[in-house]
């Protein structure tokens, strides 16, 4: 098993994983959103980088009794994002980090033959559910780490790493061979390599939400764009940008909330804090709103490095900060966010929302490697994330796993598709009772 523990110091600063950490101040209750929870004091981080193994012959995730879980559809290559078109055809957007500059070559090598790291597919593929099988189609290729995939207006929209760009599609079709068109540069790159873009419509269609995150972990050195760590919205034509919101590390997934028609996000904290703090949350997303990253986290919780770097800013931050509404426990990496709209799943799922925590190797104990469910009522968290489809951690103890889930989506039939990256698998969870 593979722990930074056993890098030289020097090596360590690159990737923003810092092994001894000072203890960061609280000051007064933020101001601004929910109430601010109590974290425990920052402490010592590691680092253990999950290995990947087969499932046994026959096994697979679990799920809650009442429903049971299948293979969609096997064989890709990191499959990351899902997007299903209104004809039910999947689409699967395939990617990888490519480069990460600044990681020690120890960790660089480890990604590689785990999977993570190299050549990345750069494709979408597209699935069809026929009565005999899923068939399968490459709709693109020659892309630049695509994520997000958004079917609207006679096009369809591509969230690369440093580009959003489109092409004319009609659903139905298998392939596109129109070159793509450029709808806006992205900023890209950072030794944090946060290289997912996010794109969602607002509902009445008339402009577009990218999601973008931070180059770095805390913005040590100060150079950190200020459009990253934040939401844009553009037109669909990519005129007329402005900020939707601010101050969120890595914001992945976006989805409206089917009651208040609020729009909500995932959104993976800083590292280098220790174990246990910051928690990755979940939260609403307020027009113009300031979530805190890099000064604070979860409202009013000081960063120490920007603490030293920015003092009258955190003292700012603290007082201006918007707290999230949940909690998703630290490091467990929420991407797919996902609000039930079907009728299939038994009542008490329906208008909640599923999250796909792909886990991270920032914890002595693993967290994440799961998607969760939270209950929702009158447009809010009625309760804490419960597991859903668990069962990818094989050994906590030796960092084995067998897959981490990333993407989600909603099947015209009310089942859930699951994308899981490192097992190159989508997983499709049925109700077996309503």
């Not at 010592?44 to 429903?67: D, H, K």
């Not at 402005?242 to 904290?269: F, H, I, K, M, S």
């Not at 897959?403 to 969870?429: C, F, H, I, K």
Request: charged share 20%; proline share 9%; hydrophobic share 40%.
């Amino acid at each position: 098993m593979f722990s930074l523990r056993t890098l030289p110091g020097s090596l360590l600063a690159p990737a923003a994983i810092i092994l001894t950490c000072l203890v960061a101040a609280c000051a007064t209750d933020a101001r601004v959103g929910p109430a601010v929870p109590e974290l425990p004091p920052p402490g010592p981080s590691v680092f253990r980088l999950p290995q990947l193994i087969p499932w046994s012959e026959g096994a697979g995730p679990r799920v809650p009794a009442g429903f049971r879980v299948e293979r969609f559809a096997s064989d890709f290559d990191n499959p990351r994002w899902l997007h299903v078109l209104p004809n039910g055809d999947v689409l699967v957007a395939q990617a990888r980090t490519e480069s990460m500059s600044g990681m020690p070559p120890e960790v660089i090598s480890l990604l590689t033959r785990q999977g993570v790291f190299g050549p990345s597919a750069n494709s979408i593929v597209l699935l069809r559910q026929t009565s005999r099988e899923v068939e399968r189609h490459v709709l693109l290729e020659n892309l630049h780490q695509p994520f997000g995939m958004l079917a609207h207006g006679g096009y369809l929209y591509v969230a690369n790493t440093d580009r959003l760009v489109r092409f004319p599609f009609r659903v139905g079709e298998t392939r596109i061979s129109a070159p793509a068109e450029r709808v806006i540069d992205l900023p890209a790159g950072g030794y944090n390599n946060h290289w997912t873009r996010n794109v969602v419509a607002t509902p009445d269609g008339s402009r577009l939400l990218v999601a973008v995150g931070a180059g770095t972990n805390v913005n040590e050195e100060g150079v950190e764009p200020p459009d990253r760590a934040a939401i844009w919205e553009i037109r669909p034509d990519g005129s007329d940008k402005r900020l939707l919101a601010t101050g969120l590390r890595n914001p992945v997934g976006l989805a409206y909330e089917p009651v208040t028609g609020e729009l909500w996000a995932t959104v993976n904290e800083r590292d280098g804090l220790g174990e246990d703090v910051p928690p990755d949350y979940l939260t609403r997303v307020v027009d113009g709103a300031f979530y805190g990253w890099p000064f604070v986290y979860f409202g009013n919780y000081v960063d120490p490095v920007q603490q030293k770097l920015n003092p009258a800013a955190v003292l700012r931050a603290q007082q201006t900060a918007r707290v999230p509404d949940l909690a998703l426990g630290a490091h467990s990496v929420p991407l797919g966010l996902h609000f039930y709209r079907g009728n299939a799943f038994p009542e008490r799922y329906r208008r909640g929302a599923f999250v796909a925590r792909r886990g991270g190797g920032s914890r002595t104990v693993f967290n994440g490697f799961d998607v969760v469910f939270v209950p929702f009522e009158e447009g809010l968290p009625a309760a804490p994330a419960e597991p859903f489809l668990t069962g990818f951690i094989a050994d906590s103890d030796r960092a084995q796993v067998y897959g981490r889930p990333v993407g989600l989506a909603e099947l015209p039939d009310g089942s859930l598709l699951v994308a899981d990256d490192a097992g190159n698998t989508v997983w499709r969870v049925v109700s077996e009772n309503r």
